[in-house]
């Protein structure tokens, strides 16, 4: 009899746990995957800016992809970015910063898998804008010509911080000596960059996420603003300087995260 009982026992712990997992493979189904989120890095940075954002969102289970930037111009950086996502399954979040929200703005329009795009300390330029245009028609910025060492390449010019000058303006929140090896390690962008225009943003049918860096040296939070009410975006501020996703790490995973809850 209690052998009996046992077995009884036993069987009704199986099927409850057969339920269970159908139960919870129906609550999956339901809600559907986790979008993929694409981290865009912009100029004199490389994907190591995400790091501690990339952690953050591992560990909340979500898929993450962080390309490289070419910065070689706004076509090419466009077309590539979009080639990327075309092998990208399911659902996305695309977020840029600084010039990356530039060409985030142009790879993803027609592309049906981007929910959502986040901007952070980022540009979201509309049809026709530039780098330059945009930069100029706000004031504040210390990112000028003085403020760059120019070395040619074959079929260009690439601008680079000044080492001296990298820190107050690039990344005045984030401590000297990891600033010190962000200034050395700098990825460049083709001074052709700053006159390209920007083609239909995608903005314009994307639902848009902002977090403005009110300290930010590079991109005036003023622009930031009025790029993000522009666009219709959600906006989040912060004190931060132009690496937010580096020296505010939480806000912006947040910011990326109530992006992400949209899409599902």
Request: net charge positive; no cysteine.
């Amino acid at each position: 009899m209690f052998l009996r009982k046992r077995r009884l026992a036993h069987l009704l712990l199986a099927v409850a746990m057969i339920f269970g997992i159908a139960g919870s493979a129906s609550a999956v189904s339901q809600h559907g995957p986790k979008p993929t989120i694409v981290l865009v890095h912009g100029a004199f940075a490389d994907a190591s800016g995400w790091n501690d954002v990339i952690r953050n969102l591992q560990h909340k289970g979500y898929p993450v992809l962080a390309p490289a930037n070419p910065l070689r111009g706004v076509d090419p950086d466009s077309a590539y970015l979009r080639s990327v996502l075309a092998t990208v399954k399911g659902p996305i979040v695309l977020v840029g910063h600084s010039y990356g929200g530039f060409v985030l703005t142009n790879a993803a329009t027609g592309n049906p898998n981007v929910k959502a795009l986040v901007y952070v300390a980022a540009f979201a330029p509309d049809a026709g804008d530039t780098v330059g245009g945009l930069s100029g028609q706000f004031p504040g910025s210390q990112l000028g010509p003085d403020a760059l060492d120019i070395r040619p390449y074959p079929g260009g010019a690439d601008g680079y911080i000044k080492l001296s000058l990298f820190r107050q303006v690039f990344a005045a929140d984030v401590n000297a000596s990891t600033a010190a090896v962000m200034a050395v390690s700098q990825r460049p962008a083709d001074l052709g960059t700053l006159g390209q225009p920007s083609g239909v943003p995608a903005w314009k049918t994307i639902p848009s996420w902002t977090l403005v860096a009110a300290n930010d040296q590079v991109i005036p939070a003023a622009a930031q603003r009025f790029m993000a009410e522009r666009a219709g975006a959600h906006v989040v501020e912060v004190k931060a300087s132009h690496v937010a996703m580096i020296s505010k790490p939480g806000p912006t995973t947040d910011l990326i995260l109530a992006a992400a809850r949209k899409t599902s």
